[in-house]
Nanobody, 126 residues
Framework: QVQLVESGGGLVQAGGSLRLSCAASGRTFSSYTMGWFRQAPGKEREFVAA????????YYADVVKGRLTISRDNAKNTAYLQMNSLKPEDTGVYYC???????????????????WGQGTQVTVSS
């Protein structure tokens, strides 16, 4: 089992940048697919980005392509979400998720991940 802790959220003006981190406990992080999801007030949780165990494959929601970048450092047991050119519609609670059994097209499906962090708030002002 792995425990996930997000950090790096905050308040930023439109056009600004933030980098979210997801620190994982346990020795199996390097085998886990990692995903980022977000939930805006009154809306359902949505997929943002995912990365496979090696970092060789990444997937993005169309609305964030070219602005957000997912990465990982297996030596540090940490996944990242670099967010640039932020928009007010990026506001929400951002969650990281992990699971070694999530592969391929399943990486976009939040219901496939067993392990979740507590979330970090991102607020983008206009």
């Amino acid at each position: 089992q792995v425990q996930l802790v997000e950090s790096g959220g905050g308040l930023v003006q439109a056009g600004g940048s933030l980098r979210l981190s997801c620190a994982a406990s346990g020795r199996t992080f390097s085998s886990y697919t990692m995903g980022w999801f977000r939930q805006a007030p009154g809306k359902e949780r949505e997929f943002v980005a995912a990365i496979n165990w090696s970092g060789g494959s990444t997937y993005y929601a169309d609305v964030v392509k070219g602005r957000l970048t997912i990465s990982r450092d297996n030596a540090k047991n940490t996944a990242y979400l670099q967010m640039n050119s932020l928009k007010p519609e990026d506001t929400g609670v951002y969650y990281c998720a992990g699971d070694a059994q999530v592969l391929g097209i399943m990486m976009r499906n939040g219901r496939r991940y067993r392990y979740w962090g507590q979330g970090t708030q991102v607020t983008v002002s206009s």
